[in-house]
Every structure is written in C-alpha cells, then in structure tokens.
C-alpha cells in the first residue's frame, strides 16, 4: 500500500510498531546489555550489548522508544542524551577490537533537547560518532526501523549499509519544524512532509540509503527470521572485506551522496 | 575593500539591537551602535579594532572581512569557487532562495574556501558566511568543507576554519544532512595524517555543523559571546517547559562545560592562530 509522506510520517511514529528492544530481542539471541558510557551515567533511550546473529557474534545498539506510558518515560521517548551515543561509541570502539560486526536499529525523533543535553555536549557527542564511525574497522549496518530524526539518527547512521523499513522516514527535520519555520504554521506539515523526500522509497531513489525492507508481515516470526538472515548475509559479504577497503567504501559512499547536485 | 564590504553588509537585528544606528550615508566617517552598550563608535575606530566595540561586543562580519583580518595581506587564493547549489529535492521557493542569498551576501555559497599564509605559515582556511541563509549547511557547504580538508591532506597543510551557522540547510533534505558524515569523514582522514585542525566558533555555531566539523577541531576556539549549540533555544524551552539558565549556550558556557579550549577576542585571533600553527610545525620525525 502506498501511503501519503504524511501518513507514513504517521505509521512510522506509531506505538504500535516494534520497538527498538523488539528487534533486539528477536533477532539476537544470547544477548547480554551492556550499560553505561563509562563518563556520566547509563542512557535508557539507548540499549546496547552482545549476543548473536545466528551464530556470529555481533555488537547491537538500538534507540528504544518503549511501549507503555511507563516505559517511554523511561526510555525518554529514545530521545538519546550525550551520553547515550557515548555509550554507543563505546560499544562500537569495542566491537573493532574483538572484531565483531555492528547492528545498529535506529528509531528516534531526535537527539534529546534540553539544557543537561547542551551542558554535555550533544552536538559534540553527535560529532565524534561521526568521525569515529566513519573509521570504524568493523562493519556497520544501520537499520531505520521508525523514525529516522535528522543528526540523533545519522549519530548511528553512518554505516556500510543503511537500510530502511518500507514505512520508515529518514529526515534532515521534522515536518512540523520545517512547516512551523518556513511557513510559520505546524500543521503544514503534511505539505513538508511531502517536499523533504523522507520515505524509504525517495531514500532509496536519492541514493541515502542501500535497501528498503518490506514490512507486511511487520513482527512476525517470519518477519524476524527473514530480517535475521538478511543482516547475517550481508555481514558475511562485508566481513570478507579487510578494515582498509571497508572503511575507506564507507567514506567514498557517504562522500558521493548528493554528487551532481553542486 | 574590507571597509566597503563591512559598509555594504545588510544589518540584522543581532547588530542594530532594533535601534536605528544607520550611518549616515554622506558622513566622511559614519558610525555604527554597539546593540550591546549603545555606544556610536566611527567604522573607521571599529576597522583598527577588528570590528569590535570598545565594550568587547564582536560585531557579525562577511566572510571576506574575515580573510582580510587572519590572512597576510594578498596571500588569500580561493578553491572550489566552481562549487555552488542546486535545487537537488526541487523545494519550493528555494532556488529564489538562493538567488537573493547570493545577491545578499555577492558569495555563490555560505563558505568560502582557499590556501593562504598566516603569519608567513602555509594553511587552508574556510570561513562561513552569515549573509549567506545565515551559513546553513548544504551539499555545496558540505563539497567545499570536504574538498579543502582533502586538499590540505594532499599538501600536508593544517586548516584553519571559523564557523557561523544555523546547522543544516533543510531545503536540501536529507542532501544536507549526509553532509554532516561527509565532512567529519574528511576531517577524521587529515587528522589521521598526523594534521592540525584549528576551528573558531564565531556567532551563531549551531545544529548540524556544530554536529560535525565545527566540535571536530584539535583546537576549538570561540569568540567572545558567540551563541554555540546543537539544540535551538526556543525548541529547548518547548520542550522543557523551564526558563533557560542566564548565559545558556554561550562560548562562555562551552568553555566552561568542557567543550572549548579557549575564548579569544578577535583582536588577539590572528596572533595567537600563528603562535600554534608555529608550535605544530616540525613535531618529531619517526
């Protein structure tokens, strides 16, 4: 079914989708958290550990919205702080070292704006995923399973390969936020949400990202094992690549996106 | 022709502090208010002292203002000068956008890029530009920043930059966000060659290039009272419903929370740029 932006905006914010902790759960097995960025404190908004992909080890980190009332106040509505993408670094800066693979599933409306946020240092800790990421000598896949909102999204998106839900959105800003500065009115949103090309379909087509994923069977058992043996597939085809031509594919991918257009 | 440029610069609320201090136009030597003490200095006063009042306030300068006060006189040659935008997600009322910012700022985009010497040391510079859609960050932003980082690579030049940006320019979609990855991929690449990156974050440093090249730097220094952030203030105050703390994302602020390493007036910019530029040449040779 083909959906409006705005629509797709909609389901891709739903409460009812797979949360973060969902995907982890059920495609990783074995898996143990691990907790903290070892600077400030542990960030909820952000699960990370160890576990299996079948049978390969692999790092996973998921921005985890929650289900309940109670568990989205918990998880801060995977509104990550600074220290939540620290503490994703730190799990990346060591799955390098016992080379292992990196799944990322990212579901956020945005980095967490608030003054403790700014105190310490969210657009610093953005950037220095960034850069680290980029480096990175493992492989990465990110996978956008909801919301993909603008830099709290792209913190765990820079990737060997970024794959989208077919009723994701990935977005430079929210529709509401474009509406609300380019036209002073919120609810043209859907409007914007049609001109910034957000969906997993203009993504793909803009060459932002690898692969849409479809999503009919959405949670599912069958749905789970086939996304399972997707990543497992595509970890085994960028693990044969040795640390110096994965990371420097990973530059020329991001370094090519948008050529043409200036 | 610094003095003309500086002359020529449209105003923003920011400068005039919503007084009228337009110079008078048949003045010989016309004035401008500081928004922050009210005083009326002449422009020529405000040119030896690096556009700033005497009450320390930095007034928001062009990009070429900039070059002319850090560059040694005629060392300045631009790069990419080829690079500019198009409308890659056909966004309405962009490219009009566009027009009026070049024509505004009479800069084919928000950065300007090129090699110049500093106190007789060799670097790239780029330096943003706020008449340019206020210095947000595009493809062409991010191909510039991106191509002067491979340059200095490929020359084993250090880079000096100065920031001054919304973040990210949203009339390009998700264009201007990958660039974020873009330049920080360019910037981890010159630093792993061992190369200094020295950036100054001038008023405002904001959103996605704060979130990418501008917190990226060996060195980061701000300019005294520049608003540096990620988060918008306004959004921040929705969000939290709480009245901000005084001085909330100033360059006093970052320093203080451990994210600058030194403010430095503008008058002292250009000295202390070639004393560490001078300190990291001729490390230790393995």
Redesign the interface.
């Known amino acids: 079914m083909i959906l409006g932006a705005y629509e797709t905006v909609k389901t891709a914010r739903s409460g009812k989708r797979p949360t973060g902790a969902d995907y982890v759960r059920n495609t990783v097995s074995s898996f143990f958290e691990l907790h903290g960025d070892r600077r400030f404190r542990d960030d909820p908004a952000i699960l990370g550990g160890v576990g299996y992909l079948r049978d390969m080890p692999v790092t996973v980190i998921a921005i985890d919205k929650g289900h309940t009332a109670k568990e989205r106040i918990a998880r801060n509505f995977g509104a990550p702080h600074p220290e939540g993408y620290r503490k994703a670094l730190r799990l990346m800066k060591q799955a390098e070292k016992f080379r292992r693979p990196v799944l990322c599933y990212v579901d956020t409306s945005g980095?967490?704006?608030?003054?403790g946020?700014?105190?310490?240092?969210?657009?610093?800790a953005?950037?220095?995923n960034?850069?680290?990421m980029?480096?990175l000598r493992t492989p990465v896949i990110s996978l956008l399973i909801g919301e993909g909102g603008?830099?709290g999204a792209?913190?765990l998106?820079?990737a060997d390969r970024v794959w989208m839900l077919e009723n994701a959105v990935?977005?430079?800003?929210s529709p509401e936020?474009?509406a609300s500065?380019?036209w002073k009115d919120a609810a043209r949103a859907p409007q914007a949400a049609e001109?910034?090309?957000?969906t997993a379909e203009c993504?793909l087509k803009?060459g932002?990202i690898e692969a849409v994923l479809p999503e009919d069977d959405l949670g599912s058992p069958e749905f789970y094992s086939r996304l399972t043996d997707t990543l497992y597939d595509e970890f085994l085809r960028l693990r044969a690549l040795s640390p110096e031509e994965l990371t420097e594919r990973?530059?020329n991918r991001?370094?090519s996106?948008?050529?043409g257009?200036? | 022709m610094a003095f003309l440029n500086f002359l020529f610069q449209p105003k923003n609320e920011l400068e005039s502090g919503g007084r009228s201090a337009a110079p008078a136009a048949d003045s010989d030597d016309p004035v401008r208010t500081c928004p922050n003490c009210h005083l009326d200095t002449p422009i020529s006063v405000l040119k030896e002292n690096c556009y700033t009042c005497s009450c320390g306030y930095h007034f928001r300068i062009r990009a070429r203002t900039r070059i002319d006060l850090i560059a040694d006189p005629g060392s300045f040659a631009e790069l990419f000068t080829e690079v500019d935008s198009s409308d890659p997600i056909s966004f309405p009322g962009y490219s009009e956008k566009l027009a009026s910012a070049k024509s505004r700022s009479q800069e084919a985009e928000a950065v300007v890029c090129g090699t110049a010497a500093v106190g007789g040391r060799r670097c790239c510079l780029f330096v943003m530009e706020p008449n340019f859609m206020m210095g947000s960050m595009g493809t062409a932003v991010g191909e510039r920043i991106t191509a002067l980082f491979e340059y200095a690579l490929e020359h084993s030049l250090p880079v000096v930059g100065f920031t001054v940006s919304g973040g990210a320019r949203m009339q390009e979609g998700l264009f201007s966000l990958m660039q974020m990855a873009k330049t920080s991929g360019a910037v981890r690449k010159h630093s792993d060659a061992g190369l200094l990156y020295i950036v100054v974050l001038t008023n405002p440093t904001t959103g996605g290039v704060t979130a990418s090249f501008a917190m990226e730097a060996d060195i980061i220094l701000a300019e005294p009272g520049a608003t540096v952030g990620f988060a918008g203030a306004r959004v921040i105050e929705q969000t939290t419903l709480r009245p901000l703390p005084k001085g909330f994302q100033t360059s006093e602020f970052i320093l203080q929370h451990g994210f600058a390493d030194a403010i430095v007036s503008r008058r002292d910019q250009k000295e202390v740029l070639v004393s560490l530029l001078g300190m990291h040449e001729g490390g230790l040779k393995t």
Do not use: P, T
Request: proline residues 0%.
């Open positions: 980095a967490y704006c608030g003054v946020a700014e105190e310490r240092g969210q657009g610093q953005i950037a220095e960034l850069m680290e980029m480096a603008s830099g792209l913190a998106g820079v990935y977005s430079v800003i936020g474009c500065i380019l001109q910034l090309q957000l993504c803009n932002i990973r530059y991001f370094r996106v948008g050529r257009f200036c």
